[in-house]
Protein backbone atom coordinates (compact mmCIF):
# COMPACT_ATOMS: atom_id res chain seq x y z
CA UNK A 1 0.00 0.00 0.00
CA UNK A 2 1.37 3.40 -0.98
CA UNK A 3 2.46 5.92 1.79
CA UNK A 4 -0.24 8.35 2.86
CA UNK A 5 0.58 12.07 1.49
CA UNK A 6 1.13 14.54 4.20
CA UNK A 7 -2.08 16.58 5.39
CA UNK A 8 -0.18 19.52 5.65
CA UNK A 9 3.69 20.55 4.29
CA UNK A 10 6.20 22.92 5.25
CA UNK A 11 7.86 24.31 1.67
CA UNK A 12 10.75 25.96 3.85
CA UNK A 13 11.84 22.46 5.88
CA UNK A 14 11.18 21.04 2.92
CA UNK A 15 13.51 23.14 0.36
CA UNK A 16 16.34 23.48 3.05
CA UNK A 17 16.45 19.44 2.92
CA UNK A 18 15.69 19.87 -1.07
CA UNK A 19 13.28 17.19 -0.64
CA UNK A 20 10.52 15.73 -3.20
CA UNK A 21 7.29 14.67 -2.56
CA UNK A 22 4.59 12.16 -4.83
CA UNK A 23 1.90 10.46 -4.77
CA UNK A 24 -2.23 10.32 -5.23
CA UNK A 25 -4.71 12.37 -3.71
CA UNK A 26 -8.44 12.21 -3.61
CA UNK A 27 -10.26 15.21 -4.52
CA UNK A 28 -12.71 15.22 -2.08
CA UNK A 29 -12.50 17.79 0.72
CA UNK A 30 -11.39 19.86 -2.32
CA UNK A 31 -14.44 22.25 -1.78
CA UNK A 32 -14.02 24.65 -4.46
CA UNK A 33 -13.04 22.34 -7.04
CA UNK A 34 -16.05 19.61 -5.53
CA UNK A 35 -18.60 22.52 -6.94
CA UNK A 36 -17.32 21.90 -10.25
CA UNK A 37 -17.28 18.38 -11.30
CA UNK A 38 -19.69 15.56 -11.50
CA UNK A 39 -18.00 12.50 -10.28
CA UNK A 40 -16.19 13.43 -6.83
CA UNK A 41 -13.97 10.43 -7.09
CA UNK A 42 -11.17 11.75 -9.38
CA UNK A 43 -7.79 11.12 -8.23
CA UNK A 44 -4.98 13.38 -8.92
CA UNK A 45 -0.74 11.93 -9.31
CA UNK A 46 1.29 14.27 -8.34
CA UNK A 47 4.89 15.13 -7.68
CA UNK A 48 6.52 18.44 -6.31
CA UNK A 49 10.27 19.24 -5.75
CA UNK A 50 10.89 21.81 -3.14
CA UNK A 51 14.28 23.80 -3.38
CA UNK A 52 15.77 27.72 -2.98
CA UNK A 53 17.05 29.17 -6.11
CA UNK A 54 20.12 31.84 -5.91
CA UNK A 55 18.25 34.36 -4.52
CA UNK A 56 16.61 32.31 -1.60
CA UNK A 57 13.02 32.16 -2.66
CA UNK A 58 11.41 28.75 -2.03
CA UNK A 59 10.52 26.71 -5.28
CA UNK A 60 7.95 24.53 -5.60
CA UNK A 61 7.86 22.93 -9.15
CA UNK A 62 6.89 19.88 -9.99
CA UNK A 63 3.47 18.40 -12.05
CA UNK A 64 0.16 17.18 -11.65
CA UNK A 65 -2.42 15.08 -13.70
CA UNK A 66 -6.02 13.77 -13.37
CA UNK A 67 -9.07 13.40 -15.19
CA UNK A 68 -11.99 15.33 -13.88
CA UNK A 69 -15.44 15.33 -15.24
CA UNK A 70 -17.12 18.30 -15.37
CA UNK A 71 -20.00 19.50 -17.38
CA UNK A 72 -20.36 20.66 -20.85
CA UNK A 73 -21.11 24.46 -20.86
CA UNK A 74 -23.15 23.62 -24.24
CA UNK A 75 -25.53 20.83 -23.79
CA UNK A 76 -24.57 20.38 -20.38
CA UNK A 77 -23.94 16.39 -20.33
CA UNK A 78 -20.77 14.59 -18.20
CA UNK A 79 -17.38 15.40 -20.30
CA UNK A 80 -14.05 14.46 -19.05
CA UNK A 81 -11.34 16.76 -18.99
CA UNK A 82 -7.58 15.30 -18.86
CA UNK A 83 -5.50 17.67 -17.03
CA UNK A 84 -1.75 17.43 -16.72
CA UNK A 85 0.24 20.45 -15.74
CA UNK A 86 3.69 21.52 -14.57
CA UNK A 87 3.85 23.55 -11.53
CA UNK A 88 6.53 26.82 -10.74
CA UNK A 89 5.68 28.10 -7.57
CA UNK A 90 7.26 31.15 -5.87
CA UNK A 91 6.45 30.83 -1.85
CA UNK A 92 6.40 34.25 -0.61
CA UNK A 93 5.94 36.03 2.28
CA UNK A 94 4.99 39.21 1.55
CA UNK A 95 4.04 41.58 -1.36
CA UNK A 96 7.61 42.92 -1.81
CA UNK A 97 8.86 39.41 -2.29
CA UNK A 98 6.06 39.04 -4.90
CA UNK A 99 7.59 42.15 -6.41
CA UNK A 100 11.33 40.47 -6.76
CA UNK A 101 10.26 36.79 -7.63
CA UNK A 102 11.51 35.64 -10.65
CA UNK A 103 9.09 36.01 -13.76
CA UNK A 104 8.94 31.87 -14.46
CA UNK A 105 7.77 31.36 -10.93
CA UNK A 106 3.77 32.01 -10.18
CA UNK A 107 3.85 33.53 -6.93
CA UNK A 108 2.08 32.21 -3.94
CA UNK A 109 1.65 34.15 -0.78
CA UNK A 110 2.69 31.85 2.00
CA UNK A 111 -0.59 31.80 4.84
CA UNK A 112 2.05 30.98 7.35
CA UNK A 113 5.12 28.02 7.81
CA UNK A 114 2.80 25.32 6.59
CA UNK A 115 0.04 25.33 3.92
CA UNK A 116 -2.26 22.17 3.44
CA UNK A 117 -1.18 19.81 0.02
CA UNK A 118 -4.74 19.75 -0.73
CA UNK A 119 -5.22 23.35 -0.65
CA UNK A 120 -2.26 23.79 -2.87
CA UNK A 121 -3.08 21.04 -5.33
CA UNK A 122 -6.87 22.07 -5.91
CA UNK A 123 -5.26 25.69 -6.02
CA UNK A 124 -3.50 24.68 -9.51
CA UNK A 125 -6.18 22.44 -10.35
CA UNK A 126 -8.59 25.17 -10.37
CA UNK A 127 -5.76 27.59 -12.24
CA UNK A 128 -5.61 24.55 -15.19
CA UNK A 129 -9.14 24.38 -15.81
CA UNK A 130 -10.59 25.18 -18.80
CA UNK A 131 -12.78 28.57 -18.63
CA UNK A 132 -16.01 26.85 -20.68
CA UNK A 133 -15.45 23.26 -20.97
CA UNK A 134 -17.25 21.66 -23.93
CA UNK A 135 -17.37 18.37 -25.90
CA UNK A 136 -15.18 18.99 -29.12
CA UNK A 137 -16.95 19.54 -32.74
CA UNK A 138 -19.41 16.91 -33.64
CA UNK A 139 -19.00 15.41 -30.35
CA UNK A 140 -21.07 17.38 -28.65
CA UNK A 141 -24.89 16.39 -28.62
CA UNK A 142 -25.95 19.99 -28.80
CA UNK A 143 -24.47 20.98 -31.98
CA UNK A 144 -26.09 17.74 -33.37
CA UNK A 145 -29.34 18.72 -31.87
CA UNK A 146 -28.75 22.18 -33.76
CA UNK A 147 -27.84 20.86 -37.46
CA UNK A 148 -30.82 18.76 -37.31
CA UNK A 149 -33.00 21.96 -36.54
CA UNK A 150 -31.27 23.84 -39.12
CA UNK A 151 -31.62 21.37 -41.91
CA UNK A 152 -35.56 21.70 -41.46
CA UNK A 153 -36.23 25.28 -42.54
CA UNK A 154 -39.82 25.12 -42.75
CA UNK A 155 -41.33 28.93 -42.60
CA UNK A 156 -43.90 28.76 -40.35
CA UNK A 157 -45.57 31.77 -42.24
CA UNK A 158 -45.55 29.95 -45.64
CA UNK A 159 -49.51 29.11 -44.48
CA UNK A 160 -50.23 32.99 -44.62
CA UNK A 161 -48.02 33.43 -48.13
CA UNK A 162 -50.78 30.67 -49.69
CA UNK A 163 -53.43 31.93 -48.20
CA UNK A 164 -52.92 35.84 -49.17
CA UNK A 165 -51.79 34.09 -52.66
CA UNK A 166 -55.65 32.60 -52.92
CA UNK A 167 -57.60 35.82 -52.32
CA UNK A 168 -56.29 37.73 -54.84
Known amino acids: MP??????????????????ISGKLGIEGMQRLQALVSEPEAQVEYTLSFARDERGFIVISGEFATVLTLRCQRCLEPLPVSLQKAIRIGWVTG?????????????????????????LIEEEILLGLPMAPVHAGQECPATRLMQALKEKKDNPFAVLKDMKLNKE
Open 95 to 119: VEDVRRLPADLEPMLAPGTRIALKD
Open 3 to 20: PRPPQFIEPARLADEAET
